[in-house]
């Protein structure tokens, strides 16, 4: 399983890698910004994205959208991991096509849920 | 302004002495052509004056646009900031305490792992080189079972403190995208300190002068407590129902 982890804060995506590890997945990849992430994400076999919302260059939500426009990418799971709290930008990811949303500050417990309720979900529907 | 005013007196000059000329020689028709003409340069002076009177009260109903934006900035968003930047405060405090408890409560789980191995090893030394009376072994054995026994809690004891110093480490983005948006308010107050001072300073220097208004955030970044917008949830669970509502 190879996941991609974008921030613009290297602090944070240390966490989330830290996080990840700790659940067992130790392939990951890291990016600043969606600009950064759509090349790796088009040219790699990620399994996995998991994005902020709010980044200098190209935001999480476009981002997001980027990868369920393209082709290739369609159907890789995302995680949107963001301050952003506000039911209008919830609800947007959502129809964007969004697989789940933590709020930061979160903790480790609820990232592994989410995490594991995607690949639950993704394993149901097949 | 300066140069053409220049331009009129000298015409003007100019017609007062053929004015005199004319006077003098009797010629009443090029005198009176002569005085109407200055009349006429009396009344291009007034139009270019009501001209410049417009474009200054233009600039300051302008210039009062700018006031209005820095009156919003004063009274809203300066105190937002101060809040902000309370917060940043108040959640790096919480930070570096979460950090701090971990390390000490982590600190004598390692202390007690290490003292009991040291204790372990030097009889295991002597038990190598069959120094160790039977009495000994047993009493030997009974240490190597405890040390056992407690090693995996211990562990997965400090595996939490760990855990608890990496999660607070989450601190730094939350209050570096509070302390961005204070950033970005500083150059907002800059530009409009810039563009009062061009007011107050030169007129004419309008093209300058910035009318920009503050970019409509669509993002807000973490909530501060006291300044949560009206629609942002309040913790994951809110969240994870409305995600629920929408079907997912």
Request: hydrophobic letters at 40%; charged letters at 30%; aromatic letters at 4%.
């Amino acid at each position: 399983m190879k996941i991609l982890i974008v921030d613009d804060f290297s602090t944070m995506r240390r966490i989330i890698k830290n996080l990840l590890r700790d659940l067992g997945f130790n392939n990951t990849a890291e990016a600043d910004d969606g600009n950064t992430a759509l090349p790796m994400l088009q040219s790699g076999d990620f399994d996995f994205l998991v994005t902020d919302w709010n980044m200098p260059g190209m935001e999480g939500i476009d981002l997001l959208k980027a990868v369920r426009a393209d082709e290739k990418l369609a159907n890789l799971p995302v995680l949107l991991v963001t301050a952003e709290a506000k039911k209008e930008q919830i609800v947007e990811a959502a129809q964007a096509g969004v697989n789940g949303y933590v709020v930061k500050p979160f903790n480790a417990a609820t990232l592994k849920e989410k995490i594991e309720k995607i690949f639950e979900r993704i394993e149901a529907s097949q | 302004m300066a140069f053409s005013e220049a331009i009129l007196s000298e015409q003007c000059l100019e017609q007062a002495k053929g004015l005199v000329k004319s006077i003098e020689s009797g010629d009443e028709n090029a005198a009176i052509n002569h005085l109407r003409e200055i009349s006429r340069i009396n009344e291009t002076k007034m139009f270019q004056e009501i001209g410049r009177l417009t474009r200054e009260l233009h600039d300051t109903l302008v210039g009062f646009g700018v006031d209005t934006d820095i009156s919003v900035l004063a009274e809203h968003e300066i105190p937002d900031a101060r809040e902000r930047l309370s917060h940043v405060i108040n959640v790096t405090d919480q930070a570096a305490h979460k950090t701090l408890t971990a390390v000490e409560e982590a600190i004598p789980v390692c202390r007690e792992l290490e003292d009991s191995a040291s204790k372990i090893e030097l009889q295991w030394k002597r038990f190598i080189s069959r120094d160790l009376s039977a009495d000994e072994f047993r009493e030997l054995s009974r240490e190597i079972g405890g040390h056992l026994e407690i090693s995996a809690d211990r562990y997965a004891k400090i595996k939490t403190y760990l855990n608890d110093i990496l999660m607070a480490q989450d601190f730094q983005d939350i209050t570096g995208q509070i302390i961005r948006r204070v950033i970005g308010l500083v150059q907002d107050v800059e530009d409009k300190l810039v563009g009062l001072i061009k007011i107050s300073g030169s007129l004419d220097d309008e093209e300058n002068r910035s009318e920009k208004n503050p970019v409509e955030k669509v993002l807000e970044g973490p909530q501060v407590p006291g300044q949560e917008s009206a629609t942002a949830l309040k913790s994951q669970d809110e969240v994870d129902d409305l995600l629920s509502s929408l079907g997912f």
